[in-house]
Every structure is written in C-alpha cells, then in structure tokens.
C-alpha cells in the first residue's frame, strides 16, 4: 500500500499562531515517531507512540507542542503560539513492532513561522 | 545518557576514493544501530543494519563495541553517494525508541 503520508507538505504560518501537522502512518504499524529536522541539529527525537499510548514524550520542546494519536493509527503534531524557533521540517516514521524493524519515513512538513 | 554522534557535518571525497562516515554512541545496554540516508529531494531511508552485516550499494559499517562505533564504509565513491547520511541507535527499554546523529552530508566530486 501507500507508505507513510504527511499533510501540508508545506506551512507558512505567522508568529503566534497554532498549527497542526498530520501524519498517517503505514496501514497496521503500531509504532509512530515525530522528529524534528534542522540543519546543523539533525533529527531531534519528539515523541515516540505505540498505539495509542505516548510512552516517551520527553523530546518535546515545550509545552507548546503536543501530540495525538487515535485509533492507532492517525497522529497530529501540533505547535500552540508558533515562534520563529519552531521552522523546521517535521518528519513522522511508523514501524512495526518487530526486531530490528526499520523506520518508514514521510516526506515531511515544512514548517516556517514568520 | 543515550546518545549519537558523527564528528563530520561535511565530507568531501572525489570519485573513486575511499569513503568513511564516522558515527560513535553512547548506551548501556545492547545496540541496534543502523544507517539511513537522505538522497535529493528524497525521503529518508534505512541504508543498512549492523544485524544483518549486509553490504547495500557497496556499503558495509560493522560494530565495534570496544570502541562504541558504527562507522560506514565504501571503497570507492560514486557520485550517486552524495546524500545526507544519519547514523541511528534503537534503544531497547520497556518501549521502542530511535534516536539519530546529527548526521554527515556526503559530497562525491566528479
């Protein structure tokens, strides 16, 4: 099937407004990731869910960000009053949960806060 | 604590030469570590696994647990290998996490 989806691909916002940031992980991968991607700080961990449950959420910036996921399977990022700091790409990556099991990457949304 | 580091944010190499990304970590207990790399205007996508010690594209890294390294390696360059290379440890707790270096971009000069 399709392999893992990310919606907008792009989002220019402006200082100080919320934004959500959509991933739709690889139909039955129980494991989904958020990272971060900046250059010069490679890929920032932010919260790691497995089903439904957010077991590591210590990645998190702030408390600005948080993060759902229902139904195991749709997850959404999102950023309350947006600061220039938070352009980024954001990448999600889903897995199953098996041994050695490699991470399947979106394309990525790019996020630009003016 | 947890952690990836690759020494090189830049590495330029000329056609057939050898190449070599430096990735070392730091966790306490068993490692699962791997490469991915980030083509062009591509996703990001595993490269290889020190599990399977396969060879992909030429490629191989194998594990020094002495040395805490996982470096990758190639004999002889090809320009196709320019890209963003992330070394990645997979931390084996009660639950499943990934964690990246901060990564190397490979230029391969023709």
């Known amino acids: 099937g399709a392999g893992v989806s990310q919606s907008p691909s792009n989002k220019v916002t402006e200082k100080g407004k919320d934004v959500e940031l959509r991933c739709d992980p690889i139909?039955?991968?129980?494991?989904l990731y958020w990272y971060r991607q900046s250059l010069g700080q490679g890929l920032e961990f932010l919260i790691y869910?497995?089903?439904?449950?957010?077991?590591?959420k210590s990645g998190l910036p702030s408390d600005r960000f948080s993060a759902e996921r229902t139904g195991g399977s749709v997850s959404t990022l999102t950023i309350q009053r947006t600061q220039q700091e938070d352009s980024a790409v954001y990448l999600c990556?889903?897995?199953?949960?098996?041994?050695?099991?490699?991470?399947?990457f979106g394309s990525g949304t790019q996020l630009s806060v003016l | 604590a947890q952690r990836v580091t690759q020494p090189e944010k830049l590495l330029s190499v000329f056609k057939g030469a050898p190449v070599e990304l430096k990735c070392n970590y730091s966790?306490?207990?068993?490692?699962?570590l791997f490469w991915y790399v980030q083509y062009s205007r591509q996703r990001l996508q595993l490269l290889l696994r020190?599990?399977s010690r396969e060879s992909i594209k030429g490629f191989t890294a194998d594990l020094n647990k002495g040395e805490t390294s996982f470096h990758l390696k190639k004999p002889f360059a090809q320009e196709e290998d320019s890209a963003m290379y992330y070394c990645?440890?997979?931390?084996?707790?009660?639950?499943?996490?990934?964690?990246f270096g901060p990564g190397t971009s490979l230029s391969v000069i023709p």
């Open positions: 966790y306490s207990g068993s490692p699962e």
């Open positions: 990645a440890l997979r931390l084996k707790t009660s639950y499943d996490k990934v964690i």
């Open positions: 020190h599990i």
């Open positions: 139909s039955g991968h129980t494991a």
């Open positions: 869910f497995q089903g439904n449950s957010a077991p590591d």
């Open positions: 990556a889903s897995s199953s949960y098996v041994l050695n099991e490699k991470l399947f």
